[in-house]
């Protein structure tokens, strides 16, 4: 989707904000699976920044948030935070080092991506040896109980999310 062509990142994390104790198990359940002591945690496809700086306050670690949309990212750095940076990137093209990263989260923007293998290729290169990628994604097996309303909405689902076995083999 072409955020930067609507002004949709402004009303963005009104419609998909998460009440402070699901945001606090989303992090808990990242921490449970973290490496010990990240220093650096990227999340890809940050949008807003949703998860960006609660992320760095968990962790006390430095985050680079990296969204392709400006207008996102806007949004995401007036949340900002002390350890916390933004880059204007594709996931199929992230500008940094190799094995650089301790953790890569992704939340909710597989069925955003042009290239999925590429972006699961830089997630590889990106993350160090022992680091992890944290993937928050619905995938094709997921309920959907507004199907039932909306015929056309299976359609979508089936088209553009990856089944949980696909997202196993890319990562």
């Not at 949703?50 to 392709?68: H, M, N, Q």
């Not at 094709?140 to 015929?151: G, K, L, Q």
Request: proline share 5%; glycine share 8%; with cysteine.
């Amino acid at each position: 989707m072409g955020y930067d062509k609507t002004t949709i990142a402004s009303t963005y994390d009104a419609a998909r904000s998460h009440r402070p104790e699901a945001q606090a198990r989303w992090l808990e359940l990242v921490a449970a699976h973290a490496p010990s002591d990240p220093q650096l945690i990227v999340d890809v496809g940050c949008g807003t920044g949703r998860f960006t700086g609660s992320l760095s306050e968990k962790f006390g670690a430095r985050v680079i948030g990296i969204d392709p949309s400006e207008r996102m990212l806007a949004e995401a750095r007036r949340k900002g935070g002390a350890q916390v940076a933004f880059i204007q990137a594709s996931a199929e093209r992230l500008p940094l080092g190799d094995g650089c990263a301790d953790l890569i989260f992704m939340s909710m923007m597989l069925h955003h991506l042009h290239d999925r293998a590429q972006a699961a290729s830089e997630c590889r290169r990106v993350v160090r040896s022992g680091g992890r990628i944290f993937i928050r994604n619905t995938t094709r097996e997921s309920v959907y109980p507004h199907t039932r309303f909306f015929p056309g909405f299976q359609r979508i689902v089936d088209t553009q999310l990856p089944s949980r076995d696909e997202v196993v083999a890319l990562f």
